[in-house]
């Protein structure tokens, strides 16, 4: 018997190991989930322990919500904020990602484009509900061709709760990557 938590509501599962591999509901909030091999999340656990607390992940949720059009105007290298979404209906890991954007006024203003995969953001979210400063960047646009939709690959760092974040990834070197106050990313912030 494979015993695991939902994660979306956190309820406790049990499943036979003939599940593995297969999806299974969660009886508290009807959330379909793939059943993981135990020895799978250990060792994946382990392996994230040992690497930095950096990430490199796609943007879900780009086709949502009219954010095509801002996906497609993203460029390498700009920055990116996230803000945790803890009353998420369908995630309490939820942590949405915002892009930086100057209005007409000069007034500087964030529009997300998607949100952090459901399997980074538990660790991430964790990092950041405890105080750590989480940031990025983004790697590449993808996509936009043959009526394909535009999406995203970002890195995201977790550091300290003070100061600055400095990634670097295969080269790619991001510096002062900064923190956006929650009132900013829910509205427009003066420039």
């Known amino acids: 018997m494979i015993r695991y938590k939902c994660n979306k509501c956190g309820a406790a599962m049990e499943s036979p190991d003939s599940m593995i591999g297969k999806m ?3 009886p508290a909030c009807n959330r379909r989930m793939k059943v993981l091999d135990p020895v799978v999340v250990k060792e994946r656990d382990r392996l994230r322990q040992m690497q930095s607390t950096t990430f490199v992940c796609a943007v879900s949720g780009v086709s ?9 105007n993203c460029e390498e290298g700009e920055p990116i904020f996230l803000q945790r979404e803890p009353d998420n209906r369908y995630d309490r890991n939820a942590i949405a990602v915002y892009v930086e954007r100057k209005s ?6 964030y529009l997300q484009v998607g949100y952090i995969p459901e399997e980074d953001a538990e660790e991430i979210a964790e990092a950041m509900d405890s ?3 989480a ?3 983004i790697l590449y646009v993808v996509g936009g061709q043959e009526g394909k939709y535009y999406g995203l690959r970002i890195v995201v760092a977790i550091g300290d709760t003070e100061g600055e974040l400095t990634i670097d990834v295969d080269g790619f070197r991001v510096k002062d990557v900064r923190r956006a106050e929650s009132d900013e990313l829910s509205g427009e912030a003066n420039g």
Do not use: N, Y
């Open 104 to 109: 007409f006024f000069g007034r500087r203003k």
């Open 135 to 137: 940031g990025g960047a």
């Open 131 to 133: 105080g750590s400063l």
């Open 24 to 26: 299974e509901t969660c």
């Open 64 to 72: 949502k919500d009219g954010r095509q059009e801002i996906v497609a």
